[in-house]
């Protein structure tokens, strides 16, 4: 519920922020700062054109970073599991964390990558379309498949950095609450 929570407040700061980067990576001229965009579009869209894409942009993320989250816990829990020795602090625990991260961003992206691809045909195009103009004429261009082009990459991509990200932030979050000197031993497990 956190994880989802996260997700649908994040989506009301960032989202003209989504909208800027799919402008710009389609913009055929190369000097266009993001300055000069977002008046071209508050211009010709007023300021809804800055949420261009947010309800496409909430049906990914909302579920997306729930999941993102709740995989991360659930993997960490199982991997633990499977290395029964491990104890917070050790290196083992931080090499199963990172398997853990890198698997729970995959994980989310390959959840939400077809949102993701919807997303960013909405708000690359010219006229916007709705959801449901870009399912139908996606589907019938290629089916399944036009759902998850570029879909490889991008896990390859989120792998290391998911691991990077959850790994770091749980090892800080540790070191700063002392939880690496907890005799007992006990690793905080998710309720499943």
Not at 116 to 134: L, N, W, Y
Request: glycine residues 10%; charged residues 20%.
């Amino acid at each position: 519920m956190t994880g989802c929570f996260s997700g649908a407040v994040g989506v009301a700061v960032y989202t003209p922020a989504e909208v800027l980067k799919c402008k710009a990576q389609i913009t055929k001229d190369s000097a266009v700062s993001y300055r000069q965009m977002i008046p071209r579009i508050v211009e010709a869209e007023g300021y809804r054109g800055l949420y261009r894409g947010f309800w496409a942009t909430c049906m990914r993320d909302i579920p997306g970073w729930g999941v993102y989250f709740y995989s991360y816990e659930v993997f960490k829990k199982l991997f633990y599991r499977i290395d029964k020795g491990v104890k917070p602090g050790q290196s083992r625990q931080l090499v199963l964390d990172l398997i853990a991260g890198g698997v729970a961003g995959s994980f989310s992206w390959l959840v939400g990558y077809p949102l993701d691809i919807i997303k960013t045909i909405i708000q690359a195009s010219g006229t916007p379309p709705t959801i449901r103009q870009v399912i139908v004429s996606g589907y019938r261009e290629q089916g399944l498949k036009y759902f998850f082009r570029g879909l490889t990459p991008t896990i390859v991509r989120a792998f290391p950095v998911n691991a990077a990200t959850l790994a770091s932030f749980d090892h800080l979050k540790q070191w700063i609450r002392h939880d690496h000197k907890h005799s007992d031993g006990v690793i905080e497990k998710p309720m499943l």
